[in-house]
T-cell receptor, first 117, second 113 residues
Framework: NAGVMQNPRHLVRRRGQEARLRCSPM?????VYWYRQLPEEGLKFMVY????????ESGMPKERFSAEFPKEGPSILRIQQVVRGDSAAYFC???????????????FGPGTRLTVL | GENVEQHPSTLSVQEGDSAVIKCTYS??????FPWYKQELGKGPQLIID?????GEKKDQRIAVTLNKTAKHFSLHITETQPEDSAVYFC????????????FGQGTRLTINP
C-alpha cells in the first residue's frame, strides 16, 4: 500500500523559471493538501483540493502560485517566475474523505525541496 | 485565525528519561489535535492524535493530554530511546470535514545515550 508520492524530491531552478511539483495521493484518497515549510519552521497550509476542485486556497500567495488536481493524474503545484524566497520544502498530504474523523486524517508525502538560485 | 505556539524549540534528554512538549492554541472551536514526528529529510508522520471530547490518550510510550479550558495540549514520551530523536510538531484542526491543519513551530528532540 504505497503512501503519498511526491516528485521530484529535489528541484533546482534559477530565478524567473517555473517550478512544477507533483503529488500522487494514497490509493483511494481524493483529497489533497499542500503545505510549505521554510527552514527551521513549521508547516504552513497553502491549498486544499478535491478532484477537479479547489476547496480552500486561503494560504496561497496571490501571484505566481497555482494548484490543480485533475480528474486523472497527480496534483500539481506550479510556481511561476520563481524567486529566492520560494526556496523551501513543499509537502503534499492526502486524506480519504472530507467526511470527518478519522477519514479526514492527513498522510504526508516525503516532500519536494525547491532551491532557487 | 488559529494561532499555535509550541515549546520548547529544542529539548535534550537522557535515554530512558521522559520528554514533554507543550502547545497552546487560540481558537476554541478547534477540536482535533494531532502530533507529527519528522525525521531528517522526510515528511511528517502522524504519531498520535486526540479529539476534544477526550482528555488523555495513550499509545505505548506516547501519550497526549488536552486541557480544553486552558486551550493547551501536551505530548509525553516515556522511556525515551535514541530513535525518538527527531523534530516533533503539534497541529490543530477540526474533526468535522477536511480542514487545513495549523502547525506549531516544532521541537527538536535529542536523546542522549
Amino acid at each position: 500500500n504505497a503512501g503519498v508520492m511526491q516528485n521530484p524530491r529535489h528541484l533546482v531552478r534559477r530565478r524567473g523559471q517555473e517550478a512544477r511539483l507533483r503529488c500522487s495521493p494514497m490509493k483511494g484518497h481524493s483529497h489533497v493538501y499542500w503545505y510549505r515549510q521554510l527552514p527551521e519552521e513549521g508547516l504552513k497550509f497553502m491549498v486544499y483540493l478535491q478532484k477537479e476542485n479547489i476547496i480552500d486556497e486561503s494560504g496561497m500567495p496571490k501571484e505566481r502560485f497555482s494548484a490543480e488536481f485533475p480528474k486523472e493524474g497527480p496534483s500539481i503545484l506550479r510556481i511561476q517566475q520563481v524567486v529566492r524566497g520560494d526556496s523551501a520544502a513543499y509537502f503534499c498530504a492526502s486524506s480519504l474523505t472530507g467526511g470527518g474523523y478519522p477519514h479526514n486524517e492527513q498522510f504526508f508525502g516525503p516532500g519536494t525541496r525547491l532551491t532557487v538560485l | 485565525g488559529e494561532n499555535v505556539e509550541q515549546h520548547p524549540s529544542t529539548l535534550s534528554v537522557q535515554e530512558g528519561d521522559s520528554a514533554v512538549i507543550k502547545c497552546t492554541y487560540s481558537d476554541s472551536a478547534s477540536n482535533y489535535f494531532p502530533w507529527y514526528k519528522q525525521e531528517l529529510g522526510k515528511g511528517p508522520q502522524l504519531i498520535i492524535d486526540i479529539r476534544s471530547n477526550v482528555g488523555e490518550k495513550k499509545d505505548q510510550r506516547i501519550a497526549v493530554t488536552l486541557n480544553k479550558t486552558a486551550k493547551h495540549f501536551s505530548l509525553h514520551i516515556t522511556e525515551t530511546q535514541p530513535e525518538d530523536s527527531a523534530v516533533y510538531f503539534c497541529a490543530v484542526g477540526r474533526v468535522q470535514g477536511a480542514q487545513k491543519l495549523v502547525f506549531g513551530q516544532g521541537t527538536r528532540l535529542t536523546i542522549n545515550p
